[in-house]
């Protein structure tokens, strides 16, 4: 246990810092409560499994966590993921959802710790930044479509967003609209969102439930309008009977892709605030601290969790210094279910609903997207794309998509990266890009070139292409092709066997090749791969310019 960051912070918790501790996580409940109930309801499940969740994840991180405020618990972006996984399994209604949703969590977290022990923390980068916009947007749109029947006091519409919009469409069209509910849904957003217009820091979450159970108490509304009912009694358990290992390994590829978002979220959130600490966090040990969580919250009558954006400013606001915060926060959610589980019974779900919307709106960053359109219009478009994946075939499939566009945008940068022909400039030092700089001349009898990606087998080819065009096109008289390797971060054999027919294509043509600045693994590599016959010790230059200077020399 000593080395766990929970027992490191009770060696050097000081404290005068309980009280703020306790205060911010009292504080902090006031919003976990609502949130975790909303995000329920939202993923299609009971709303006491979000409270479950948030308990379960914060106690979990407060032990193992390594950012000393962060807040875990569900999360408006995992919701549709979650439903999207769980109730078809489920048969489309509740039903097995709560066990299958509490497995969904155990696996994302294994996959964390499995990548914690494997080191693959860097994953936190996988996502690029137009493709997490376009997924993040894609989101926002998919939440806000799931949450309008309910907002409205409408059916609920299954499908994807296009289609769910589509059926709430229709019903208004209909006549089927609950105008109480509309009226409770309309006040609670108005609620939430007015205290982000004035400069007192009031939970408009807290104000939206607490004024909408007043009045639906009062007006007897619980009558018109759908209301959440009263929590389980009791304390949080397992709730993962009735499964099989068919339904771990269903759920088990969307548990990674979850697992991947879940950690590249959590990852920017937490590196942030290390930052303004003027620290760093592993990511390594975040991924295991988050899949610990995961595992805790899926034991625990929960389901899968996330870092939360909008939850861990409030802590740190409220005054938290360490993860006691959180701890404290859990606390006073399992108070709240154990010695006030009735007061929910006048808590409309159109309120639910608000707060989800609320946060679905928070999700969409219209100054990135403006950004992104200035800067690149070929990554917008790939950020559209992304966009529409999401929304037109489905949360867990856009995610597949979306990772599938990174993956083939970093193949399609490696496949066709930039290449250059370098030459001298006058009273300027080195070799520069020619096509930059046209002013540039050649060396006499050297061909210099750089080619800026590692070799592997899918660009293999395009590098060779693009030798022999320089060689097609350059003077007669070359005796030499100098390869700037420093670029060049690694060749698979593929790689290798093109680079020897290469080399022996420039031998025909009385041409040799020769590597400046090539990396000492990769140039092990080339010997290794070449049985070191074909290229010696002259083969290889420290620079460019000292390769053009020797090589010069014996031209004289």
Aim: aromatic share 6%; hydrophobic share 55%; with cysteine.
């Amino acid at each position: 246990m000593t080395g766990l960051p929970g027992a490191a912070l009770l060696r050097d918790y000081r404290l005068r810092w309980l009280g703020h501790d306790v205060l911010a996580g009292a504080s902090l409940s006031t919003l976990l409560v609502p949130a975790g109930m909303a995000y329920a309801q939202a993923a299609g499940l009971p709303p006491a499994m979000g409270l479950n969740a948030t308990i379960a994840s914060l106690l979990a991180y407060a032990l193992v966590g390594p950012s000393r405020v962060m807040v875990l618990g569900p999360d408006s972006a995992l919701a549709p993921m979650i439903a999207a996984a769980v109730l078809p399994l489920a048969g489309g209604g509740i039903g097995r959802a709560p066990a299958l949703a509490g497995l969904l969590g155990v696996l994302i977290g294994l996959v964390l710790l499995a990548g914690a022990l494997l080191r693959f923390g860097v994953v936190a980068g996988f996502l690029s930044t137009p493709i997490r916009l376009g997924y993040l947007q894609g989101i926002a749109f998919v939440v806000a479509a799931s949450q309008l029947p309910a907002w409205l006091g409408l059916a609920p519409v299954n499908g994807t967003a296009w289609e769910r919009l589509a059926g709430v469409a229709s019903q208004i069209i209909q006549g089927k609209t609950n105008v109480s509910a509309v009226g409770v849904g309309l006040g609670a957003l108005a609620l939430i969102w007015i205290p982000r217009f004035t400069s007192r820091r009031i939970p408009g979450v807290l104000l939206a439930v607490a004024a909408s159970c007043a009045m639906t108490s009062a007006l007897g509304l619980q009558s018109v309008i759908h209301v959440v009912g009263p929590l389980p009694k009791g304390l949080p358990g397992p709730q993962l009977g009735e499964l099989s290992w068919t339904d771990a390994g269903a759920l088990l590829p969307v548990a990674v892709g979850i697992a991947i978002i879940v950690f590249a979220d959590t990852s920017v959130l937490s590196q942030t605030l290390a930052s303004r600490e003027g620290r760093r966090v592993s990511g390594n040990h975040e991924m295991a601290a988050l899949g610990a969580a995961n595992v805790a919250a899926g034991l625990f009558g929960g389901f899968p969790v996330s870092a939360s954006a909008s939850r861990t400013p409030v802590a740190i606001r409220a005054g938290g210094k360490t993860q006691i915060t959180g701890a404290a926060g859990a606390v006073f959610v399992l108070v709240f279910m154990l010695l006030a589980p009735g007061l929910t019974a006048y808590l409309p779900t159109s309120t639910l609903a608000a707060v989800v919307l609320a946060a679905a709106v928070g999700l969409i960053d219209t100054a990135a997207v403006r950004r992104l359109y200035r800067m690149s219009r070929s990554e917008f478009v790939l950020m559209l794309v992304a966009f529409a994946a999401v929304t037109t075939v489905g949360v867990l499939t856009g995610i597949l998509v979306a990772i599938g566009l990174a993956l083939l945008g970093f193949i399609a940068r490696a496949w066709d990266p930039y290449t250059a022909e370098l030459g001298a400039l006058e009273d300027v030092p080195g070799y520069h890009d020619l096509a930059r700089h046209p002013e540039g001349h050649r060396v006499p009898g050297i061909i210099l070139a750089r080619f800026d990606a590692p070799l592997f087998f899918a660009n293999a080819e395009v590098f060779s292409a693009f030798i022999r065009r320089l060689v097609e096109k350059g003077p007669p008289a070359t005796t030499h092709l100098v390869l700037a390797a420093e670029p060049i971060t690694g060749i698979d054999i593929t790689a290798m066997d093109e680079l020897v027919a290469l080399d022996e294509w420039l031998a025909n043509r009385g041409i040799d090749l020769v590597f400046a600045e090539l990396k000492g693994p990769v140039k092990d590599r080339v010997l290794h791969f070449a049985a070191g016959a074909r290229f010696g010790p002259g083969h290889f230059y420290p620079t460019v310019s000292a390769a053009v200077r020797i090589l010069g020399s014996k031209r004289q």
